[in-house]
């Protein structure tokens, strides 16, 4: 149960800012400015989770409170290195992934893991939330914008739906929020002539996507296999053949979604599959 | 005939353990999980009362009769024992919309004061602790009664019922649809230890 003004400040908000500064972004003339839609889905994610939860306390009190803090500090740091040299790009990436899983699973790590098993688990989540962000890193900028943002959108958009379907509404509205802005962006790409999502923007898109996932697999009742999924949809835009895509439009941006969406959907139906039967209550 | 020293002294301690008043001291008692209750309830729609419980309860108090002043109680509560006959729905509390019961897996509830105010009539403040936030929380606390079980222990009782806002403890999704006012009723039987 959601009331429209939440579903409007929540959804309505962040689809309207993301459009907006990919709209006011526009100017190809200046170069390619692969930040912008990282500002563009960290601005909406963020009006976005204000608009459902309010905006936070600092220090967060619980682990999904911190996402906005990250989404804007992901965002401004592509948008601070977009001309730095790309060691500290990466160097940046490692430290905002670490802080933020630290963050994430530090209820976790307090009830229910010893310290080496802490260890264990930062350590394969921040290899593989870098194995992701890598992977975004050769698939998004070699897409159309158009495309690139439906892989965003339909990502977010299933990540909203798992997780709404995993127990809880809450993180799903959030992950909506992101699939909000993302959808966005996809209108402004079609419309005016934007910037590509391109390498400064990932780190804003790993940070949303692997934070979402991680509290709805410990904090909720996300199945990991869908949380696995989820992680991995935006990777399958690099099944679909770069003619399919290349000129951009709508045609290109429907085969990436079949692409994502499919892994996606899976994500979906195994929440769906692994929650308790639904019932009115 | 002679007294020894020795008899002396057994017969003086024996005066004076006699002379001197009868005490109870306060007595610790274990919270039996089997014999105890958490139980809320809160408005659903605005058209009717719900009400769960939760069936995870440990905890011990101290009681002193003759000064309920030094009396005390610790209860605490296993977060994801939240039982509301609908598993869809238990699934749902236990999220990070409710109780976030992973992130804050135990509720306490701890006395700062207890000040006599009956025959069986007790006045309580207390720390809650729920969803990780911290309130101070005033309620009655009656003694139901005391005595010995069939198994050889002897027990005592409390219940009381008190109300709180969840908003108050940053528990707010769903503001339309589930009141902000939650009761919450608590009957405790101890053991003795």
Redesign the interface.
Known sequence: ?I?PLALLVGLGVPALLAAAIVTVGRNPAAGRAGWIAGAALGAGYVAGHAGF??WPAFPA????QWLPYAAALGAALGVLTARAPRWLGWALRIALLATGLALWLK??MT?RWTGAISAVWLAGLLLAALAVGAGLDRVLPALAPPAAWTVLATTFAGTALALALS?????GQLAGSAAAAASGGLVASLVVTSHPVGRDSVLVIVVLSVGLVL?GT????LPRTSALLLGAAPLAASVVPASAHARGGVRGALCVAAAVGIVAATAVVLAFAS?????A? | MRTSPIAWIACALALSGAAAPVTIAAETFSIDPAHSVVMFKINHLGVATFYGRFNGLTGEYTFDAASPAGSSFAVSIDAESVDTNNDKRDQHLKSPDFFNSKQFPVLTMKSKSVKKTGEKGLSVTADLSLHGVTKEVAFDLTHVGAGKDPWGGYRSGFETQFTIKRSDFDIRFMPDGLGDEITILVSIEGVRK
């Open positions: 149960m009331e939860l309010g009190r619980v682990a999904e209820p976790v009830y127990g809880s509404l809450a993180l509290c410990f904090y909720s009742e929650s308790p039967a639904p019932s209550y």
